[in-house]
């Protein structure tokens, strides 16, 4: 089983910023696409970003332009930097991982965090 944390989340003003970590841990030969995904009170869980292992990303049309999604292999952290906030950003922010666990395991596992609230005031 991998553990992934999430940190950075908080309360921002709009137009201000924030920067998101998700830290893996555990059994991990490695690590496919990772992303972030946000829920909002009411609102069904949304795709925010994604980033494949060699560095290809995704983003949801509503961020774009604002939030750069990245990861550093070696350390198994993916970070998602959110500028120009906006009151409608405010969501708990979940971190996904697509992983193997070893050489000759080809099945493909996967792991959600926590979440880490963020909130945006206007």
């Known amino acids: 089983q991998v553990q992934l944390v999430e940190s950075g989340g908080g309360l921002v003003q709009a137009g201000g910023s924030l920067r998101l970590s998700c830290a893996a841990s555990g059994r991990i030969f490695s690590i496919n696409v990772m992303g972030w995904y946000r829920q909002a009170p009411g609102k069904q869980r949304e795709l925010v970003a994604t980033?494949?292992?060699?560095?290809?990303?995704n983003y949801a049309d509503s961020v774009k332009e604002r939030f750069t999604i990245s990861r550093d292999n070696p350390k198994n952290t993916m970070y998602l930097q959110m500028n120009s906030l906006r009151p409608e950003d405010t969501a708990v922010y979940y971190c996904?991982?697509?992983?193997?666990?070893?050489?000759?395991?080809?099945?493909?596992?996967?792991?959600w965090g926590q979440g880490t609230q963020v909130t945006v005031s206007s």
């Open positions: 996904n991982a697509h992983y193997r666990t070893a050489l000759h395991n080809f099945r493909d596992y996967e792991s």
């Open positions: 980033i494949t292992g060699g560095g290809t990303t």
